[in-house]
């Protein structure tokens, strides 16, 4: 039987590091420090990172500090369907992060 409606973060966007935090058993602590780390090792000097389903853009922020002072040339692209996400995008906006 198909849900009555499609699930959407629109409900969670304003609260989502908390909300995904609680849902993701070391989400905050491993998951993100592990991505980032591994960012530095592979990001390669005048490419483009690309984040899809990047939600409120924090794991991208966090990959593009890690890199920024070795990798200036890096261009960092978040993408999300969810608009309410925008909110969170506009407090991060740097020189080449952008968000669509």
């Known amino acids: ?26 989400y905050k602590d491993g998951l993100i420090p592990t ?12 490419t483009t990172v690309i984040d899809v389903g990047c939600s409120t853009g924090h794991t991208l922020a966090s990959i593009r500090k890690a890199n920024q002072k070795a990798r200036p040339d890096i261009d960092y692209v978040g993408i999300d369907i969810e608009p309410g996400f925008s909110e969170h995008w506009n407090r991060l906006a740097a020189k080449n992060l952008r968000f669509l």
């Not at 980032?36 to 592979?42: A, D, E, G, K, P």
């Open 35 to 46: 991505c980032v780390s591994l960012s530095r090792r592979f990001i390669q000097p005048g």
């Open 1 to 26: 039987m198909k849900p009555s409606t499609d699930f959407s973060f629109a409900f969670h966007a304003h609260k989502f590091r908390n909300h995904i935090s609680s849902s993701i058993p070391g």
